[in-house]
């Protein structure tokens, strides 16, 4: 697939993550902690250290760094003074599906154009960004996916991908994921047969397409996960999509709970299955906005994908912009309106954000307060 640039064939990441040092491999879940010594060895050396050969090799046993130069075989990302370690990134709100449970509300195919994307990117990069998620919409028919994701591949950020799976059979698109691997690629699948699927997509043919993508991503090894979406359509398949997984034996999660749109729209809860909603965990609170953030598709950071507002203009700020977002987590974080008088608020499971949207979709409690 054709990107802008040759990306760099690096093997391994050396990076700061926080208050850590890691040596992480493009498409690898383990990876290996450094002490602060030998990562300040790493930005002298010009050959892969003894100490470097013996840990990668004990790590990853088929990779052999002996005698070889450090150029090119282990791509060094600078420490960050920001303390961002995590991001997701939502190239466009736009799809090829019209699900009538989506968050997403109106489907917008909009996005930045590439120079402010690769500029986006850099920011990240400068904020101490190692692990991106990028999500849509569905990111694979954004026609800057192959650029973007060879952008960030190169810039040495362990990328997962967010992904309904109907373009994952596109050689193309599999190429350039074998040949610069996720950390992670997520399917979400929407039911176990043609008429339970198209139904719940709205798009005749969509089944056939996201199981040959399945099909050929686990044939080509990819690093896959299962988002089992069960809704009052779909519900009585979930059993069927159980073993679906099972028999490709991959990882999957169930996810029952659906919330209003980003807008704070009531639009997709009525498609949420009563019998399968899920008591959350108590929301002891997260990294949102400390060390995580998102960016939408027209460069605004956000703490996170459900409490948008206010944004950061990133095209306009720059990373310095950031330094608001702690701020600003810390505000839409806390209980507020009928919460703040709550006796049981230790034991809630849905963060201020999320209750904000219910409130604006004016939802019955039931949905989201389970007290």
Known sequence: MPTRGSPLM?????????????????????????????????????????????????????????????????????????????????????????????????????????????????????????????????????????????????RGMMLSISSNGSRLANPAVLDLLTTHRPYRLTISVYGATAESYDGLTRRRGSF???????????????????????????????????????????????????????????????????EYLRKRKPFTGCSAGHTFFHVDPHGMASICKVGRDPQIPLMDEGVKGLARLGGIADGLLLRQGGCTGCGLQSTCGTCMPLVTLYRKAKA?????CQH
């Open 208 to 274: 056939a397409k996201f199981s040959r993508g399945l099909a050929a991503a686990h044939e080509a090894g990819l690093p896959l996960n299962l988002n089992l979406i069960v809704t009052e359509h779909n519900a009585h398949e979930l059993d069927a999509m159980t073993a679906l997984a099972e028999r490709y034996e991959l990882p999957h999660h169930v996810f029952s709970n659906m919330s209003p749109t980003i807008y704070g729209g009531a639009e997709s809860l009525p498609a949420q299955s009563r």
């Open 364 to 368: 019955p409690l039931s949905a989201y």
């Open 10 to 154: 690096h093997g391994l990441i050396a990076s700061p993550f926080l208050d850590d040092f890691l040596i992480l491999r493009p498409g690898s879940v383990s990876g290996i902690k450094l002490p602060h010594r030998h990562w300040l060895e790493l930005q002298r050396a010009t050959l892969c250290p003894d100490w470097l050969v013996g840990a990668v090799r004990r790590r990853w046993p088929d990779l052999d760094l002996t005698g070889r130069p450090l150029a090119g075989t282990v791509l060094i990302r600078p420490q960050s003074p920001f303390g961002y370690g995590r991001a997701s990134y939502e190239l466009n709100l736009g799809c090829n599906y019209d699900c009538e449970h989506c968050y997403l509300g109106l489907k917008k195919f909009e996005g930045l154009s590439w120079p402010d994307r690769e500029r986006l990117l850099d920011i990240m990069v400068e904020a101490g960004v190692l692990w991106l998620q990028l999500t849509g919409g569905e990111p694979l028919i954004d026609k800057l996916f192959p650029d973007v994701y060879a952008a960030a591949f190169e």
